[in-house]
T-cell receptor
Framework: GESVGLHLPTLSVQEGDNSIINCAYS??????FIWYKQESGKGPQFIIDIRSNMDKRQGQRVTVLLNKTVKHLSLQIAATQPGDSAVYFCAETPYNNNDMRFGAGTRLTVKP | KAGVTQTPRYLIKTRGQQVTLSCSPISGHRSVSWYQQTPGQGLQFLFE???????NKGNFPGRFSGRQFSNSRSEMNVSTLELGDSALYLC??????????????FGQGTRLTVV
């Protein structure tokens, strides 16, 4: 996912619903994929990661799915809460360095 | 355990000036990476330092430079500031420069405005 300019893709969900945020990545050599959450006025915060030798990984209320065939990554948030409202970024990197390439981000808004 | 600390939080500079931003990583972390975040270009990698050496560099002009000290604290410098350098500059620290163990932790960033 490359930057698409000033307007981020947005996702609006009702509190309690499940959210799915998608990301397309470009580098087939990337070995490590990460999801970050960024709230207003704060730096990105790690949510969950997945290595390229996996296709699914679960955390607390979050699941990341990786489809290497179509270079697609998704983040599923179960029972979305107002505190989940933020911009979510996917990032890709080779395994052995910290040079992360970020997607444009998706703004998630949770309606009470 | 204290998080990543970036100073200053906000900065206003004039075109043509230079600026130095500081990042103190989490205690024990030895890898520091810098990112620029703008509405137009999103989050872009600037460079990474480990053991006082630049390990990786993104696609930014030579006006952007950095260094790391023996205590792992890092600074980045931007010379001859341009209006387009206005951005949130983020620093991330990791224990070691690979993904074998853990994720990168970001600071709150320094908001630079060039006028």
């Amino acid at each position: 996912g490359e930057s698409v300019g000033l307007h981020l893709p947005t996702l609006s969900v009702q509190e309690g619903d499940n959210s799915i945020i998608n990301c397309a990545y470009s580098n087939s050599a990337s070995d490590y994929f990460i999801w970050y959450k960024q709230e207003s006025g704060k730096g990105p915060q790690f949510i969950i990661d997945i290595r390229s030798n996996m296709d699914k990984r679960q955390g607390q209320r979050v699941t990341v799915l990786l489809n290497k065939t179509v270079k697609h990554l998704s983040l599923q948030i179960a029972a979305t809460q107002p505190g989940d409202s933020a911009v979510y970024f996917c990032a890709e990197t080779p395994y052995n360095n910290n040079d992360m390439r970020f997607g444009a981000g998706t703004r998630l808004t949770v309606k009470p | 355990k204290a998080g990543v600390t970036q100073t200053p939080r906000y900065l206003i500079k004039t075109r043509g000036q230079q600026v130095t931003l500081s990042c103190s990583p989490i205690s024990g972390h030895r890898s520091v990476s810098w990112y620029q975040q703008t509405p137009g270009q999103g989050l872009q990698f600037l460079f990474e330092y480990f053991s006082e050496t630049q390990r990786n560099k993104g696609n930014f002009p030579g006006r952007f430079s950095g260094r790391q000290f023996s205590n792992s604290r890092s600074e980045m410098n931007v010379s001859t500031l341009e209006l387009g350098d206005s951005a949130l500059y983020l620093c991330a620290s990791s224990p070691i420069p690979d993904r074998s163990s853990t994720e990168a932790f970001f600071g709150q960033g320094t908001r630079l405005t060039v006028v």
